[in-house]
C-alpha cells in the first residue's frame, strides 16, 4: 500500500467513520448538521467603530450565510471551512494538473508540483444532500465610494472576485468527483454585501451567484435550487444519478413523487469529506473538534488572550520585551536580539477603544480580571430586580455574572441569603448545589 492510498484510508475510515457515527446519525435529529456546529471566531478581538482588520469583512460574510444554512429545511451535512493540503489532495487525485495560469516552472498543462503541506483545495461551504454536492464560495467585496465613480475598477473588482471563486469551486469540484464520481455537483459565489443594482446587467442573469437580497430570502432560494432530502442507504451509481435528476424535476411538480423508501448512498462522501475538514496540515486529527464543547472552548481562549485596547496591547508588549531581555543576557546571543527585534515587529498595535473600561476592583482582586466592556459594566452597575442577559459564546455573560455575585455576597449583610438557581438535568451537579 502506497503512502497516499494509506493517507486517503485513514482519512475515510479512520477519521470519517468515526465521525460519521459520532455526530452525523443521532436518532431523532432533523436540520442541518453543520461542520463545526459554530463558525469559527478568526477576529475576536474588539476594535472600535470603523478600525478594521484585513479580512474580518470576508469572514462576516460566511458567518451571514453559515447562519442561512443553520435555517435549511430539511437534513443536511453542512462543512465550513473545509481546506486540504496537496499531499491530501493528492491522496484522491495522485497526477491532477497545476492551476497556475502562469506558472514559473513549467509550461503548458503540468503536473502540480506544491509541496505536501502547501494547501491546495478549499472551500468556504459544502452542503452534502441525497446525490449532490453543493459548493459555495463567499466574497466579501463591497464597493466604495471610488468604486462608483470608476465603473472599470468596479468591473474589475467583480471580474477578479468571480474569477477567483470559479477557480476555487472547480478545484473542490474535481476533488468531490474522484470520491464519487456519479454525484451532482453544483457551484456557487455568494456576495453578501452586494445587490443586483449595484452590478451590471449581465451578472443578473448568472444562476450561479447569490446577492444580498438571495440571503434575505435564502429559504425561497434554497426550494428552487437544493432537492430535500430523502432517506440515504445504499444504491448503485447509476441510481443516483436518475434519483437526483428525478428530484430535481420534481421539486415544484405536485403531480410526480418520489417513493420516500428510494435512497441515495453518500456515506462514502460524507465520510470523505468528515476526514478531510478533521485532519491538519501535519496529518494529526481530533475528533473532538467537531463538537460544540470545543468550539465554545476555542472563543474562550482566543478571548483571554484578545488584546482589546492599546493600554493592554502595550502591557504585553512592555511583558514580552522584559521576558527577551532577560533571556539575552542569559544567553548573550545575537541570535536572540534578532529574534526580539522581529518579533516586536509583528506585535498588534490597535488604537484607543473607548468601549473597553477600567473594571471594578472586585474583577481584578477575585477573577484577575482588568478591562470590562460597556456591556459588561452596565450590567455589573444595575439594580435591577430582573434582568434578561442574552449573548453569543465568549461575549462576557459569565464573567459579568460572576463579578456580579461576588459584589453581592461582599456587601450583603449576615442576615440575609443570596439564592443562585442553575438550570441543569437531573443527573448533573449544579441543581443539588
Known amino acids: 500500500m502506497t503512502s497516499l492510498s494509506g493517507l486517503r484510508k485513514k482519512i475515510e475510515e479512520t477519521i470519517g467513520q468515526n465521525l460519521l457515527e459520532k455526530y452525523c446519525m443521532k436518532e431523532g435529529k432533523s436540520g442541518s448538521i453543520m461542520i463545526p456546529p459554530m463558525p469559527d471566531s478568526k477576529f475576536i478581538d474588539k476594535l472600535p467603530d470603523g478600525v478594521e482588520l484585513q479580512g474580518q469583512d470576508a469572514y462576516a460574510a460566511e458567518v451571514k450565510l453559515f447562519r442561512c444554512f443553520e ?7 453542512v462543512f465550513h471551512q473545509l481546506e486540504c493540503t496537496h499531499e491530501q489532495y493528492s491522496a484522491f487525485l495522485p497526477e491532477h494538473k497545476c492551476d497556475k495560469i502562469k506558472c514559473k516552472k513549467a509550461t503548458g498543462e503540468h503536473l502540480c508540483h506544491k509541496s505536501p503541506r502547501q494547501v491546495e483545495g478549499e472551500s468556504d461551504f459544502l452542503v452534502v444532500g441525497d446525490g449532490f454536492v453543493a459548493v459555495f464560495e ?3 467585496l463591497c464597493f466604495t465610494s471610488e468604486d462608483n465613480i470608476n465603473s472599470e475598477l468596479k468591473l474589475t473588482r467583480l471580474r477578479g472576485c468571480c474569477d477567483s471563486a470559479i477557480k476555487q469551486r472547480e478545484r473542490m469540484t474535481d476533488l468531490l468527483k474522484s470520491i464519487d464520481s456519479s454525484v451532482m455537483v453544483s457551484e456557487y459565489t455568494v456576495f453578501p454585501y452586494l445587490s443586483r443594482e449595484e452590478v451590471d446587467e449581465e451578472y443578473h442573469s448568472k444562476t450561479d451567484l447569490l446577492f444580498s437580497e438571495d440571503l434575505d430570502k435564502f429559504a425561497e432560494w434554497s426550494d428552487k435550487h437544493i432537492p430535500s432530502p430523502i432517506v440515504a442507504d445504499t444504491t448503485s451509481n447509476m441510481d443516483n ?4 435528476l428525478l428530484r430535481m424535476f420534481c421539486i415544484n411538480s405536485p403531480y410526480i413523487q418520489i417513493d420516500e423508501d428510494d435512497s441515495i448512498d453518500m456515506s462514502k462522501m460524507k465520510r470523505c469529506l468528515l476526514g478531510l475538514w478533521c485532519i491538519n496540515q501535519e ?3 481530533n475528533l473532538a473538534d467537531c463538537s460544540l464543547s470545543r468550539c465554545i472552548q476555542d472563543v474562550d481562549n482566543k478571548q483571554r488572550r484578545g488584546l482589546v485596547t492599546r493600554e493592554a496591547v502595550d502591557a504585553a508588549k512592555n511583558e514580552e520585551r522584559i521576558k527577551k531581555e532577560d533571556k539575552a543576557a542569559k544567553h548573550h546571543s545575537s541570535k536572540a536580539k534578532k529574534g526580539k527585534e522581529k518579533k516586536q515587529k509583528q506585535q498588534k498595535n490597535y488604537p484607543y477603544n473607548e468601549d473597553i473600561e477600567v473594571a471594578p476592583s472586585v474583577f481584578k482582586k477575585h477573577l484577575n480580571i482588568r478591562r470590562l466592556n460597556s456591556a459588561q ?3 455589573f452597575d444595575s439594580n435591577e430586580r430582573f434582568l434578561w442577559v442574552e449573548g453569543p459564546a ?4 459569565t464573567i459579568a455574572m460572576l463579578g456580579k455575585i461576588i459584589h453581592l455576597a461582599l456587601n450583603t449583610t449576615p442576615d440575609k441569603r443570596i439564592l443562585i438557581i442553575i438550570q441543569g438535568y437531573d443527573d448533573t451537579v449544579a441543581p443539588k448545589r
Open 377 to 379: 459594566l452596565d450590567l
Open 283 to 285: 496529518n494529526k486529527w
Open 71 to 77: 435555517d435549511l429545511n430539511g437534513d443536511y451535512l
Open 241 to 244: 444519478v436518475i434519483h437526483f
Open 394 to 397: 465568549g461575549s462576557g455573560k
Open 138 to 140: 463567499v466574497k466579501g
